[in-house]
């Protein structure tokens, strides 16, 4: 199972939106309702900031937003802060008898 | 509070073994789906291996026949028992908590270290 194909970098100024994309396959993003996004502080542990493409968990603030189509899902920060640069992975089930799951590469966001 | 808490990484020399472990607070073990998921220094996220509730266990292919999931019900603890290592294994292992319905990762610990080198 190949990783999910997101962008290493990407950059946007304070207050300003940027969108992230996570581009996978039919048999995991486009298959399923159930891409994840995690977002990483560096040393930190990965935290949850989107399930079921679309879903915030309690407590992640509304300026973070998950969407899908076709094959490809994303994940758009609006409203960027300086706290928001960090990495961003997303996942995807992927129902496989053998490997249920496949995250992307990761994205660094950085606020300008 | 709920949490995990990892231990057991250390250094290890290539073809040794290691086994790590995993300590849930304030839920069952036993009664969630568990997965360990690593991170290679300057790397991304790759998942490795998940226990579920049932029993069902899978492993990724970069791992699968080297390393053994298992868990201690009665001690509520979770364990990935590492043989064969190389030096492509050194990473972070971070203990995870899956959601079963929506099928994502809601409960991270803070990950131990493990470094393979002679």
């Known amino acids: 199972q190949s990783a999910l194909t997101q962008p290493p970098s990407t950059s946007g100024s304070p207050g300003q939106s940027v969108t992230i994309s996570c581009t996978g396959t039919s048999s995991d993003v486009g298959g399923y309702n159930y891409v994840s996004w995690y977002q990483q502080h560096p040393g930190k542990a990965p935290k949850l900031i989107i399930y079921a493409v679309t879903k915030r968990p309690s407590g992640v603030p509304d300026r973070f937003s998950g969407s899908k189509s076709g094959n490809t899902a994303s994940l758009t920060v609006s409203g960027l802060q300086a706290e928001d640069e960090a990495d961003y992975y997303c996942?995807?089930?992927?129902?496989?008898?053998?490997?249920?799951?496949?995250f992307g590469g990761g994205t660094k966001l950085t606020v300008l | 509070e709920l949490q995990v808490a990892e231990s057991g990484g250390g250094l290890v020399q290539p073809g040794g073994s290691l086994r790590l472990s995993c300590e849930a607070s304030?839920?069952?073990?036993?009664?969630?789906?568990m997965s360990w998921v690593r991170q290679a220094p300057g790397k991304g996220l790759e998942w490795v291996s998940v226990l579920y509730s049932g029993g069902r266990i899978y492993y990724a292919d970069s791992v699968r026949g080297r390393f053994t999931i298992s868990r201690d019900d009665s001690n509520n603890m979770l364990y990935l028992q590492m043989s064969g290592l190389r030096v492509e294994d050194t990473a972070v292992y971070f203990c995870?908590?899956?959601?079963?319905?929506?099928?994502?990762?809601?409960?991270w610990g803070r990950g131990t270290l493990v470094t393979v080198s002679s």
């Open positions: 995870v908590r899956e959601d079963g319905d929506d099928w994502y990762f809601d409960l």
């Open positions: 996942c995807s089930f992927v129902g496989s008898r053998d490997i249920p799951w496949v």
């Open positions: 304030g839920f069952r073990v036993s009664s969630n789906y």
